[in-house]
């Protein structure tokens, strides 16, 4: 994700949206972001982990804390403020972004109303 890009990717703003309710691990999170795209982003393993160290090296997301459960590590990730600050701008963008259309075409005359 390049600095001062105008929008973050789908997967990316579904990585973030994940951790609004708190930490999860990653199990927890490609559960979260598919339930939460409804069905749109699926995230396979591979892909998230190397997600997930690009937005902790860009300050949007730290680890909260490890675990070992079944003798296999397991890593909690939360928001950052600049994660939350991002998601949440983002999520206004998107819905400024599309409102320009839904008043068009809700508007008395138009082909869609």
């Known amino acids: 994700m390049a600095k001062g890009s105008p929008a973050v990717s789908e997967p990316t703003y579904f ?3 994940s951790l609004l309710d708190g ?5 927890g999170i490609i559960k979260q972001t598919l339930e939460l795209s409804e069905n749109r ?3 396979p393993v591979g892909t998230l982990y190397g997600a997930l160290d690009r937005l902790a090296a860009g300050g949007l997301i730290s680890v909260d804390r490890e675990e070992v459960v079944d ?6 990730f939360q928001l950052t403020d600049q994660g939350r600050h991002l998601v949440s701008a983002e ?3 998107m819905q400024q972004a599309a409102s320009v259309v839904t008043s068009r075409i809700l508007r008395p005359g138009s082909a869609f109303s």
Not at 23 to 27: A, I, K, Q, S, V
Not at 71 to 76: S, T
């Open 41 to 43: 982003v699926r995230l």
């Open 15 to 17: 990585i973030l949206a």
């Open 91 to 93: 999520a206004l963008r």
């Open 23 to 27: 930490p999860l691990h990653g199990h």
């Open 71 to 76: 003798g296999r590590p397991r890593r909690y």
